[in-house]
């Protein structure tokens, strides 16, 4: 199995940043893309950014411009750089890590972390 542990979350005012941090551990040995999902109030889950093992990424155009993604694959972590937040960026922000397993993909989620912005 994979463990994920996020760390980094809480609050900050309007035009401040954050790092999120997200250490998978276990059964590690092949995983694919990482990413982060958020999921604000009374809103569906929504793609933030994600990453493959080749580095290439994906932003959600909500954020493009404002936050990156990158990977550190000696340590199977997976960081979001989050800079000029704005309140609308109030949500909990899920790590995932998509690992391959007897030729199938599965996913884990992290348990989530709060990052609130206030105006």
């Known amino acids: 199995q994979v463990q994920l542990v996020e760390s980094g979350g809480g609050s900050v005012q309007t035009g401040g940043s954050q790092r999120l941090s997200c250490a998978a551990s276990?059964?590690?040995?092949?995983?694919?893309?990482m990413g982060w999902y958020r999921q604000a109030p009374g809103k569906q889950r929504e793609l933030v950014a994600t990453?493959?093992?080749?580095?290439?990424?994906n932003v959600a155009d909500s954020v493009k411009g404002r936050f990156t993604i990158s990977r550190d694959n000696a340590k199977n972590t997976v960081y979001l750089q989050m800079n000029s937040l704005k309140p609308e960026d109030t949500a909990v922000y899920y790590c995932n890590v998509v690992v391959t397993t007897g030729g199938f993909r599965r996913s884990y989620w992290g348990q989530g972390t709060q990052v609130t912005v206030s105006s």
């Open positions: 276990g059964r590690t040995f092949s995983i694919n893309t």
């Open positions: 990453i493959t093992s080749t580095e290439s990424t």
